[in-house]
């Protein structure tokens, strides 16, 4: 592939490394692809996935996986970004569905709007700020990217 005055940005380990091209010079192509994987389950390796495709196993690490485990459910389908074969990154549905496993019981009379409290999930022990009406043993929708409550699950 061709470039024509190209700056280029790389993140490694959380670094970024600019890389000016001058006109003509060639470079390759990275080998980049998404696969749609199944959440396994977890252990003292890591987390398996595997290939929706290939039903192929696949251990990512826990440093990849990072946050990202406080809503990754066994059975979940993720996108995974492979390079070079190697996994890079785990993207979680945009929403996802768990249950409260405890909160504080609502207050009575308080009834101000957008008041929150923490809420830990069941299954993965994260936990996030819902509404105060919100309760033990209630289903919520909660959105991935932003980490927050989207809303109560139908």
């Known amino acids: 592939?061709?470039?024509?005055?190209?700056?280029l940005g790389r993140q490694s380990g959380g670094n970024t490394l600019e890389k000016t091209l001058r006109g003509?010079?060639?470079v390759e192509g990275a080998d980049v692809a998404d696969a749609n994987m199944q959440f396994l389950y977890a252990d003292a390796n890591g987390f398996v996935f595997m290939d929706q495709q290939?039903?192929?196993q696949l251990t990512i690490s826990t440093k990849i996986i990072a946050d990202t485990k406080d809503f990754l459910l066994e059975n979940m389908e993720?996108?995974?970004t492979l390079w070079n074969g190697e996994p890079i990154q785990v993207r979680l549905p945009n929403t996802v569905v768990m249950e409260i496993d405890y909160t504080e019981p609502a207050i009575?009379?308080?009834t101000q709007s957008r008041v929150m409290k923490m809420a830990k999930l069941k299954g993965t022990g994260a936990e996030?700020?819902?509404?105060i009406?919100?309760?033990?043993?209630e289903k919520i929708s909660i959105n991935t990217q932003l980490r927050e409550y989207a809303g109560r699950a139908k």
């Open 128 to 131: 996030i700020p819902v509404p």
């Open 108 to 110: 009575k009379g308080d």
């Open 54 to 56: 290939s039903f192929e």
């Open 78 to 80: 993720c996108s995974v």
């Open 24 to 26: 003509g010079e060639k």
């Open 1 to 7: 592939m061709t470039l024509d005055g190209i700056s």
């Open 133 to 137: 009406f919100c309760a033990i043993g």
